[in-house]
């Protein structure tokens, strides 16, 4: 009887023990010590993510979703090339390629997953821990497969476009979600095999992941930090979680369960273990993380951007957050991130 009520007392705190964590553990607390981004490095992300905003709209010369600010639009005119779930056959969600003369900028842009296509879920389940490995790490299968096919088919036009332009502009990556692994990837290809689309240097490469999937491992993470980055809001449970990506989407449909078993799993396994594996998946490149919430405040507040290239884990928690799925959406990430923009510029010249 005695090591019975031992051994409930033991599982009572532990379990309190993990609740405490769970419960305290807040968005803002994985990047509180990180360096707040200057409006500079900042300035193109809300400029990217309505060009990636652009691959959902059906009719471009009529938007259906309009910039949050109205700073920036997207010019139909210079959208040289638009590709369809049809067209990519299932090899890749759909992207566009928009060539931006403003800024000097070409942008392949790839939208997220679509719930309702299953070509978009046979590309995360093409994936095994440790399967594929990519200029010295480990990487996602199915989403390196999907970026390999997309340069294939897109190379002699990125090339003819830059050749056109005077080798001046720069060449930019963009995705949400799915299409942020995608992109990332394609990133690493193009740097790695310069000859893939005309020898382009790797200062002239760029990529945006919004909300990414965790498609390498840290090594790559860190080595391509100069040329991707990855913008997160708040509480996104994707680039938090490092559950194979498989078993995410197999359970979309029950997630919060998934996300507390998975807030479980992690508790108990110790973070040494976890960050020893060579194998184990992370969010790509230099972190942007849009922080607006803080532990015991109600609300939303005037978003600030905090920025770093981790090399000790990135974002390894979970947040029970009720806001976990929202903050995943590119809408929102648009327009947090435009209100980020204009409080920092806002500030700067305060300052000033």
Not at 21 to 27: E, F, I, L, N
Not at 261 to 279: A, N, Q
């Amino acid at each position: 009887m005695s090591v019975a009520c031992g051994l409930e007392c033991v599982f009572c705190v532990g379990f309190s023990r993990w609740a405490w964590k769970r419960c305290t553990h807040v968005g803002s607390d994985d990047s509180a010590t990180w360096t707040s981004a200057t409006p500079e490095e900042f300035e193109p992300i809300p400029r990217i993510s309505r060009v990636i905003l652009a691959v959902y709209e059906p009719d471009l010369r009529n938007p259906k979703i309009s910039p949050s600010l109205g700073t920036f639009d997207l010019n139909p005119e210079w959208v040289i090339k638009r590709v369809t779930h049809e067209k990519t056959q299932g090899r890749s969600p759909p992207y566009i390629i928009y060539i931006d003369h403003d800024h000097r900028e070409i942008v392949l842009a790839i939208r997220g997953l679509n719930l309702a296509k299953e070509s978009d879920y046979k590309i995360l389940l093409d994936n095994k821990l440790g399967q594929k490995m990519l200029g010295g790490g480990y990487v996602h299968r199915g989403l390196l497969k999907s970026a390999a096919w997309v340069l294939n088919q897109e190379s002699e036009t990125l090339w003819r476009v830059w050749e056109e332009n005077g080798r001046e502009y720069d060449l930019v990556f963009a995705g949400h979600s799915l299409g942020s692994g995608v992109a990332a990837l394609m990133a690493v290809l193009v740097v790695n095999t310069p000859a893939m689309i005309g020898d382009i240097p790797r200062n002239k490469v760029r990529c945006f992941a919004l909300a990414p999937a965790r498609c390498m491992s840290l090594n790559l993470a860190v080595k391509y930090a100069d040329v991707i980055s990855s913008v997160i809001l708040q509480d996104d449970f994707l680039p938090r979680t490092a559950t194979p990506l498989e078993d995410i989407f197999k359970s979309v449909f029950c997630l919060p369960c998934l996300l507390f078993l998975v807030c479980l799993r992690d508790t108990f396994i110790p973070e040494g273990r976890k960050l020893r594996d060579p194998r184990r998946l992370y969010a790509p490149g230099r972190i942007y993380h849009i922080v607006e919430r803080k532990f015991c405040r109600c609300g939303r507040f005037p978003p600030e951007v905090r920025t770093a290239i981790p090399v000790d884990g990135r974002f390894e928690h979970i947040v029970l957050s009720s806001n976990a799925t929202s903050d995943h959406a590119i809408l929102w990430i648009e327009r947090e991130a435009e209100k980020a923009l204009q409080v920092t510029f806002n500030f700067c010249i305060f300052m000033f």
